[in-house]
């Protein structure tokens, strides 16, 4: 999709570019006499506002360092009624043809846009885009996305034959750098590149493309946060405030390729600030050179632009709707899909937007909440529609319904493995912030409790009201219908100490936490404590785990290390009485979640075996010493 490779073919046509140079004037120099108490303060004047422009169209002149080929591009853009990027449309000129692709982006909901690239041959490829709940980009095909707290882009990695890892690096609101690594997988076959950009002061947020991103992604091939240049402004987070002016580019690989390249980028604005032109000279350690010239069209310069060739549609599109909109718990919703005004209801398939898994209609939901749908016919690909499921009209019990809702969890400790299940470190004082949902299962008449294994958490566990109505957790399993004997499990750590020697134990039967809600809705952790054959044992984690019992073993669900665990006291405070996130359960139609027990074990009545794990070559042996971060008394 490149219109340019890293190695840039030479072409030339000579062009001159005049750009006019502001210099403000010189401060006055006269000093100014003290002030008079007495005189009134002269008010300040307003603030002139500059609203933000919309780009129309972008247009490239391509010319190389020896004259022998000249390229033009144009990119244009159109806006849906929100002001969103609803198609962008490239034409390329080169060597007397023509050729355009056009990208068209479908919103779909708040957290899924389909992205549908057409070609002049009329190929097309259709992807799915989808967000995280802040709007920016968190997967496209086998791309992650992560992002920092203020909202800016630090990483993508991307997995298949080769890996690839590019990390981003900011200051002041500026992308200073660009870490790219790349990895063949089969063999040690590899490549870096390091990119650092340099900036002027002006203000890059007074136009709504993120002109500098684009170029750098599109025509200059590298790694930029929109994603080489073709994903709408916004997407992928914070943008950089100021314009480019220079970067330098290093790159070596395993075949022993070492290069550097360089580039200067000259802007040219108007009276208001917006940039009308920039030249952009770049040339490469083989003394290739390139030039580009840009130039830049805004909407209210030249009113609506329609790019001159418009990407067809494959067929008519079709539509997704539903006998209801709201429904009880424990009631069907019904679904219709019609195409040109025809039933193809029989041909379609629906899915659940949020676990992105397929469901049958009529369709039973087993949770209350909003839930998001949409259909699928051949190629073609509904907008998504919504259905409120509500709690039957006879309502839970009060000692049920005040846990149901979504709280902010801290913890202050943490297990730190590595990939063999040895404890790399203590970590007593590292406290970490994350969401915990806890729902009632109205048909397994239980609590799932989401959100407290740091590997998968996703991952619901089982939990039960004791005769106190404590919160207390319960041996839960994740059965696959195609598991072959590998499925998900949760375990329970505690720690004891022997010989002088701290050492930790996984376990299926005891609960390390139990919860406790006063009249007030203060939530108070638990943490048992066994006594055992003169052997104190302290609750420490809860964690979920892949258990083979073909071999049998017990294994990490993450596979990179440090492997950091949740550990010790869970402080959990309630941030609203509903409940958005989906539990595992919900995911997949093939996965069933199920209590190991339907009672709570809060006492252990005997000594568990000194294990780590079940013998696996993923976590220590039976035999293994297993030191664990120190508790705090």
Known sequence: MKMLSRTIKTIGVSFALVFAACTPDAPDSTINPEPNPDDKPT????VETVEQRMVSKIQVTYEGSNGYDTALYTSYYNYDEKDRVE???LISEEDGEKWWHSFKYDYMSKDLIQFIEY???GDNWREYIYLNDKGYVELYEDCTFTYNVDGYLVSCVWTG??????????????LMSIEEKSQYQYNDSFSRYMTTLQYDTNNANLVNIDIADFLLGYFIDICTPSFYGYLPTGLTGQRSKNYITSFTERHDSSDGDIGIRTASFRWSFDDDG???????????DDDDAYTLLVEISYIDETGEITPPIQAPEVTEPITLSANRDVIELGESVEFIVTQAGKDVTASSVIYNLAPYAEVSNPFTPTKTGEYSFYAENGSERSE???VTVTEPSSTLPNKYQRWIGTYIATTYQALVYDENGITLEDLDDSEQDFTVTIDYNAEGEWFEVTGLSAQLPIAPVVALLDEDDNLCLVETTFLDDDADGVYMVWRYAHTYWEAGIENIVWDDDVTPYRFSMDAGGNITCNIAVNEIDGIEYTGLSAEVFEYDENKPSLNFLVKTPPIVLYAGKIDLVKVSNSVSSASLSNRSASVSMLPRTTENAWERQSRPAPI???ASPSLPTSQSRCRVARIAP
């Open 43 to 46: 008010p300040e004047p307003p």
């Open 612 to 614: 780590c794990a079940i």
């Open 87 to 89: 198609e962008q449309t």
């Open 384 to 386: 998504a529609i919504s």
């Open 119 to 121: 070609e002049a041959d």
């Open 274 to 284: 917006y940039p009308k032109v920039c030249l952009i000279n770049c040339e490469e």
């Open 161 to 174: 034959d080769w890996s690839d890892e590019t990390a981003y690096r900011w200051r002041d609101g500026n």
